[in-house]
């Protein structure tokens, strides 16, 4: 193979074990370790690679012991993949889930998030949530995304779409999952417009938070079609308020709260709602 002949090719004793003889130096066992490090993921079976890699990087000696982990961290993760009947395969899925938790760890300790990632969202691990936040924050936001949505975390998953330049498929998936209030708080950011449903459904749920007084829809309803939301809390504001002071003169109560904590806190409290759901 590619790699027994360039095992050879450091065999400086002659004797065709590849171990470089008395002639290797430290940087002659690093190149080794970084081709196979490197060749590895090509090979339909990287594992014996992998290993080599780990005990050049041993041999290198001082100095390169970040390499050694990555390369361990990898061969764990391998072998934590490795499908049922091949030989150290996990046995059993408790075994394979333990296995690819341990060797996520041990990427991350090694600072290879990739990886890390890879384990973390298999099947058997159960964690695409934790992949998902590993790759946002590698800034590879499409499987981020994706991850985000597999794990039913919606919102995330939008941020991810939009931060990689998708915001109308990240508005979408908001509106898909009703997840209005998010979905209201980015059009107000790119300053697009608001589907018609979700003013009207914004609504809705405002009135039934609000004392139903039809001069009072009016007001919100204007604003959200006029200002696209930009406002709207404010209009609703000073609306509110004139009704409150009209209230506060009969009945002499020194307590106010405006409507625009109202809402604030109710849209506050959707949100959370709707991320929970």
Request: hydrophobic content about 40%; aromatic content about 6%.
């Given at each position: 193979?590619?790699?027994?002949?360039?095992?050879?090719?450091?065999?400086?004793d002659?004797?065709?074990?590849?171990d470089?003889?008395?002639?290797s130096?430290?940087?002659?066992?690093?190149?080794?370790?970084?081709?196979?490090?490197?060749?590895?993921?090509?090979?339909?079976?990287?594992?014996?690679?992998?290993?080599?890699?780990?005990?050049?990087?041993?041999?290198?000696?001082?100095?390169?012991?970040?390499?050694?982990?990555?390369a361990?961290?990898?061969?764990?993760?391998?072998?934590?993949?490795?499908?049922?009947?091949?030989?150290?395969?996990?046995?059993?899925?408790?075994?394979?889930?333990?296995?690819?938790?341990?060797?996520?760890?041990?990427c991350?300790?090694?600072r290879?998030?990739?990886?890390?990632?890879?384990?973390?969202?298999?099947?058997?691990a159960?964690?695409?949530?934790?992949?998902?936040?590993?790759?946002?924050?590698?800034?590879?936001?499409?499987?981020?995304?994706?991850?985000?949505?597999?794990?039913?975390?919606?919102?995330?998953?939008?941020?991810?779409?939009?931060?990689?330049?998708?915001?109308?498929?990240?508005?979408?998936?908001?509106?898909?999952?009703?997840?209005?209030?998010?979905?209201?708080?980015?059009?107000?950011?790119?300053?697009s417009?608001?589907?018609?449903?979700?003013?009207n459904?914004?609504?809705?749920?405002?009135?039934?938070?609000?004392?139903?007084?039809?001069?009072?829809?009016?007001?919100?309803?204007?604003?959200?079609?006029?200002?696209?939301?930009?406002?709207?809390?404010?209009?609703?504001?000073?609306?509110?308020?004139r009704?409150i002071?009209?209230?506060l003169?009969?009945?002499?109560?020194?307590?106010?709260?405006?409507?625009r904590v109202?809402?604030?806190?109710?849209?506050?409290?959707?949100?959370?709602?709707?991320?929970?759901?």
């Open positions: 193979t590619a790699g027994a002949a360039f095992d050879r090719s450091y065999d400086g002659g004797d065709g074990d590849g470089g003889g008395s002639q130096k430290p940087s002659d066992w690093l190149k080794r370790g970084l081709y196979f490090l490197k060749a590895a993921p090509q090979q339909t079976s990287p594992l014996g690679m992998l290993e080599t890699a780990h005990t050049c990087f041993q041999r290198a000696g001082n100095g390169y012991e970040g390499l050694a982990q990555l361990e961290a990898n061969i764990m993760a391998t072998v934590a993949h490795l499908p049922e009947g091949k030989a150290k395969a996990p046995k059993g899925r408790a075994q394979r889930k333990l296995g690819l938790l341990k060797a996520a760890a041990a991350l300790v090694a290879d998030g990739k990886t890390a990632a890879s384990c973390l969202a298999h099947k058997a159960g964690e695409p949530k934790l992949a998902a936040k590993i790759m946002a924050g590698m800034g590879d936001n499409v499987p981020a995304a994706k991850l985000f949505e597999r794990a039913g975390a919606y919102l995330e998953a939008a941020e991810a779409w939009i931060a990689n330049g998708q915001k109308d498929r990240g508005k979408k998936l908001l509106l898909r999952h009703r997840l209005f209030a998010a979905y209201i708080a980015k059009c107000d950011l790119d300053g417009k608001v589907d018609g449903e979700v003013v459904r914004v609504v809705k749920q405002l009135m039934n938070k609000c004392d139903d007084e039809e001069a009072f829809n009016k007001k919100v309803k204007q604003a959200l079609l006029k200002k696209q939301l930009v406002g709207v809390l404010d209009e609703a504001h000073n609306e509110e308020a009704r002071r009209a209230a003169d009969e009945e002499r109560t020194s307590s106010e709260r405006p409507i109202q809402i604030s806190a109710f849209l506050d409290r959707m949100a959370d709602e709707e991320a929970v759901r």
